[in-house]
């Protein structure tokens, strides 16, 4: 791992055990999930919102008043505000999206739940997702989360993600392997 991504998650983690501790005992969990939804929407969707919380070209002030609008608009819970607010003083906010990730990781503890990144060829539907999940949950042990994705390039099969342990059934792996033995023996 690179120093400045180390550092990045390390100060990630550190507000988000705060803020997940501030909503735990609040009982406020349900909120900060929400919260970290939206954000990682706003994240995704909006490239100014990226711009403005990884440029130093943003005055302290500038940010506060900006993430502060934001989380007003988005009607964040105030312990989410607050954090951000601070964040924005200390010029921390490019660390937002590990806050998101690590935030994720420690809802999905206390619930029991772990995620799975599934990517699929095409689309699953709605009871594939829920029988992929209940095999997973049956072999993990543990709730499963699917956060899916679609990628043709696959040609067919899956390719899923949970914990350190990847699973790849999919066609254009296969394919890999098979031009790679070809390779081997000519």
């Known amino acids: 791992m690179s120093e400045p991504v180390?550092?990045?998650?390390?100060?990630?983690?550190?507000?988000?055990?705060?803020?997940?501790?501030?909503?735990?005992e609040g009982k406020k969990l349900k909120?900060?999930?929400t919260d970290v939804d939206m954000l990682d929407a706003a994240l995704a969707e909006s490239a100014d919102f990226r711009d403005l919380i990884a440029s130093p070209l943003y005055s302290r002030e500038q940010q506060a008043n900006a993430v502060a609008a934001i989380a007003k608009k988005m009607k964040l819970s105030p312990t989410m505000t607050n954090t951000l607010s601070v964040m924005a003083g200390k010029r921390r906010l490019f660390v937002l999206p590990q806050l998101a990730t690590a935030l994720r990781g420690l809802i999905a503890d206390e619930k029991g739940e772990i995620t799975a990144d599934v990517t699929a060829a095409k689309?699953?539907?709605?009871?594939?997702?829920?029988?992929?999940?209940?095999?997973?949950?049956?072999?993990?042990?543990?709730?499963?989360?699917?956060?899916?994705?679609?990628?043709?390039?696959?040609?067919?099969?899956?390719?899923?993600?949970?914990?350190?342990?990847?699973?790849?059934?999919?066609i254009r792996s296969k394919l890999a392997s098979l031009q790679n033995s070809m390779k081997e023996v000519g």
Do not use: C, H, P, W
């Open 6 to 24: 180390s550092i990045s998650t390390g100060i990630a983690g550190r507000y988000a055990t705060a803020v997940f501790e501030l909503a735990k």
């Open 31 to 33: 909120a900060l999930e």
């Open 123 to 170: 689309a699953l539907t709605k009871a594939q997702q829920d029988k992929l999940a209940k095999t997973l949950t049956a072999t993990v042990g543990k709730d499963v989360k699917i956060n899916m994705a679609v990628d043709e390039s696959l040609i067919g099969g899956l390719v899923v993600k949970v914990g350190s342990k990847m699973i790849d059934t999919s």
